[in-house]
């Protein structure tokens, strides 16, 4: 399956240079010069991870993470954020936020295939897993032949009885 990488950067020399690494690598990339258009492209195309500058035009990366992250068809999307300096707290900011990795730049391009590998692979184990766990709780929850069972013990309480 190829995935898709949106990238939020207002650099048009590293956004390039970012979309070419991640095409040679077999990504499909969908790119943004702004953060703006960055939250209109994650809300429809959905993408299975974001790279993100932090200091944008309009809304800063703090502000994207955080308008993302309070949609239910985004929430889950990965969040790398790609930090000009690192600054402690700018990093930890980041994390706080629901940032799963953050990249300094410049960074070498097998850093960013890495963080990008590692932050998917992290997504498809947590998907399997609660995936599995939804499947599990469909077998507690009552079944339609099992609702007339519950409605006798309704109307037993109603009565005063205890139901065994």
């Known amino acids: 399956m190829r995935h898709n990488i949106l990238i939020i950067e207002d650099d048009r020399d590293m956004r390039e240079y970012i979309a070419d ?4 690598a077999n990504y499909s990339v969908i790119k943004a010069e702004s953060s703006k258009l960055g939250i209109e492209l994650a809300k429809h195309h959905c993408p299975d991870l974001i790279l993100c500058g932090i200091t944008l ?14 949609d239910p068809e985004t929430a889950a999307i990965p969040f ?5 300096e690192a600054e402690n707290i ?5 994390i706080e936020m629901g940032a799963v990795d953050y990249l300094v730049q410049p960074f070498y391009t097998t850093r960013l295939l890495k963080a990008i590998e590692n932050c998917l692979h992290k997504k498809a184990r947590e ?7 939804f499947k599990n709780i469909s077998d507690l929850v009552p079944q339609e032949r099992d609702l007339e069972h519950f409605d006798g013990l309704k109307e037993l309480e109603k009565l005063g009885k205890t139901y065994s």
């Open 21 to 24: 690494v991640l095409g040679l």
């Open 57 to 70: 035009p309009e809304f800063n990366g703090y502000q994207v993470i955080d308008i993302l992250s309070k």
């Open 80 to 84: 790398i954020f790609l930090i000009g």
């Open 90 to 94: 700018d990093i930890r900011k980041g």
């Open 127 to 133: 998907k399997s897993y609660y995936g599995k766990s």
